[in-house]
């Protein structure tokens, strides 16, 4: 067994790497100023950007659930592994050779390392079968289906033999154990023992969004297969099929800067869609759009302004209109705009490039149509608008569609159309938009939601209101310099200048309270439209909070004339940028004392970084 990795080796593999490729490979990442850059947080949900990445000093933090720490943390906290399999991972990204106290070298049985590797060898093993005269049914389901070799490579397609024991005879010849085969998931257990999973079939890899192999989809192909038509790999330490999109990982550079993202309903209908030039198409993975899924989609599309676009396609029989039903209960998670496209003749996005070729499949994304009208229309279709009281109905149920959409400015529009299909006046069309605005919501209705779904966000925006007052906050003097900071910040933002907003919402604050103010005016600064206004924070904060962000930005300072003021916004400001510096350069002469002086590499960054710090702090004081 390895021992531990020299504290040299830690130190300078994290000095080698750059926080931002790590992070960047699970949260889409904006910049946020010089030396900063944001993006949705991956630890809980949220709908404006609050988690911040520094990559000069190798820390990230979110303002809103309170996460932070280094790339290892990251790695830890986001792909369940220990720290020294973290180290060992980042080791290996950059080619650096770890040295352990006893001179032994990486293990290689960490419980994650080794589930992966399983899957990997498995999917070579696969590939490398859909070459054998056996698989000759899976290249023929794929040749008819528009897929020759080249397609099959590119997406790690394979074949499972129609065999007990092939894959698993295999992989143990490679080392790996029985238990360690059950627990990824490729073998099943019964009377006799374990026995391969996968049997006969066309089997798909199925990655995470860094593209390791988690788990596979199993096409039947044999008409002696009793099976389900797809079988995948059950729940397993590393896969988790409501936080998987198959396709992601060669989709996410493309939908993060497009900003748009398509999702189908199969691994053919991905395949389809990249080879056709819709390279932002991913799937869920044998289970039904959710919750988990809009999380991971969210951090990758970068999801917070509201200018992305988000595409669903869907058959056109009656389980595709409940598909789209389905997905119009979530659309609100959403900030990006929600579509769908439904192809002619019912054809998914795999039969319709048979048909029509790669030029119709981009047409179908490219004529999509807004949800809101497709879900309105779906809506309609169940009532006879020739009699009154098919049209009295069908008003009653479509006017809360219009009334949930999210941009106002759209709402008349959409309140017009819903007039002219119903062929009603618009002034009755309008009541019933507003009445359905005002009601509140019945169980059963759209956005409701079980308590153990709903989000911390959901439940706090909900929760009876709080009395916060700015005079029960604790005297101490750290807590006075927030509260004195927030004051100038929301009564006087054009006198403390943006840079300074910006560093001074990067700080650490010890009152949760006055944190939450402070993530509010962190959030304005993100928007497109950064100016920081008394009622933008408010609209940011969670309800309990409003009041505390309205006695603060109507408390008096203690200076008055303007040139005074000025002078002391920017002071007391600058004070609480100067606290955060200080308590990151404390940390870092932390981190030297504890280096070894041999080791001129790691000295020299913390060194150099302590130099930045001070450099800083000398500028901040200079203005």
């Avoid at 020739?386 to 009295?392: A, N, Y």
């Avoid at 604790?474 to 560093?503: F, I, K, N, S, W």
Wanted: glycine share 10%.
């Amino acid at each position: 067994m390895a021992g531990r990795i020299r504290q040299s080796d830690v130190d300078e593999v994290k000095a080698r790497t750059n926080i931002a490729d790590i992070v960047g490979e699970h949260v889409s990442l904006k910049s946020a100023g010089v030396g900063s850059m944001k993006g949705l947080c991956p630890f809980h949900d949220e709908r404006s950007p609050s988690f911040h990445v520094r990559p000069g000093l190798g820390y990230y933090h979110c303002f809103g659930c309170g996460e932070s720490g280094d790339a290892y943390t990251f790695l830890q906290r986001m792909d369940h592994v220990s720290f020294t399999e973290a180290v060992e991972r980042l080791a290996g990204r950059i080619g650096f050779e770890l040295h352990y106290e006893d001179g032994g070298q990486a293990s290689d049985h960490g419980n994650r390392a080794r589930l992966l590797a399983a899957n990997q060898a498995a999917a070579e093993f696969f590939v490398e079968r859909l070459g054998s005269p056996e698989a000759e049914v899976g290249r023929r389901f794929l040749g008819e289906r528009g897929f020759d070799a080249e397609a099959a490579r590119r997406f790690g397609v394979g074949f499972a033999p129609k065999s007990w024991d092939a894959l698993t005879g295999h992989l143990k010849a490679r080392g790996f154990t029985t238990d360690e085969l059950a627990a990824s998931g490729l073998v099943s257990q019964g009377d006799r023992g374990v026995y391969d999973r996968f049997r006969g079939r066309l089997v798909w890899p199925i990655r995470d969004v860094t593209g390791q192999t988690v788990g596979f989809g199993a096409r039947r192909l044999l008409d002696d297969d009793k099976g389900p038509k797809y079988l995948n790999t059950p729940e397993t330490a590393i896969y988790h099929k409501s936080q998987v999109l198959y396709g992601l990982d060669l989709a996410k550079r493309d939908i993060a800067k497009t900003h748009r993202v398509v999702v189908v309903e199969g691994y053919t209908d991905v395949m389809a869609c990249h080879l056709a030039g819709v390279t932002t198409a991913i799937a869920t993975c044998g289970t039904s759009f959710g919750v988990d899924h809009i999380k991971v989609l969210r951090r990758v599309l970068g999801d917070d302004s509201g200018v992305g676009e988000v595409v669903f396609t869907f058959d056109g029989d009656a389980a595709g209109q409940q598909a789209a039903m389905r997905a119009f209960g979530e659309e609100q998670r959403f900030a990006a705009q929600t579509f769908v496209a439904v192809a002619p003749d019912g054809l998914d996005p795999c039969d319709l490039r048979l048909a029509r070729g790669d030029a119709a499949v981009r047409t179908l994304i490219d004529s999509r149509t807004p949800l809101f009208d497709f879900v309105i229309r779906h809506t309609l279709a169940r009532y006879d608008l020739e009699t009154v009281e098919g049209r009295v109905a069908a008003l009653r149920a479509a006017a809360p569609v219009v009334a949930e959409i999210r941009d106002p400015a759209m709402r008349p529009g959409y309140t017009r159309e819903l007039a002219r299909m119903l062929g009603v006046e618009l002034g009755e069309v309008t009541r019933a938009v507003r009445s359905a605005s005002s009601r509140p919501k019945q169980a059963g209705e759209r956005g409701t939601q079980s308590a153990a779904s709903r989000t911390e966000a959901d439940q706090a925006a909900d929760a009876p209101e709080r009395p916060f007052s700015i005079t029960q906050l604790p005297g101490d003097p750290a807590t006075r310099l927030e509260r004195d900071a927030l004051q100038a910040m929301l009564q006087y933002p054009d006198a403390v200048g943006d840079e300074l907003l910006r560093h001074a919402v990067d700080s650490r604050f010890g009152n949760p309270s006055l944190a939450v103010i402070r993530d509010g005016i962190a959030s304005v600064l993100a928007a497109p439209d950064p100016a920081v206004r008394v009622d933008r924070v408010i609209a940011e904060v969670p309800a309990p909070f409003a009041g505390l962000v309205q006695q603060l930005a109507v408390a008096p300072v203690p200076q008055r004339v303007e040139g005074e003021l000025s002078a002391y916004v920017q002071a007391v400001v600058s004070a609480l940028v100067d606290r955060e510096l200080l308590r990151q350069k404390s940390e870092l002469l932390g981190r030297l004392q504890r280096t070894d002086r041999t080791d001129l590499a790691a000295y020299g960054a913390l060194q150099r970084a302590l130099v930045e710090i001070e450099a800083e702090r000398r500028s901040l004081r200079a203005d």
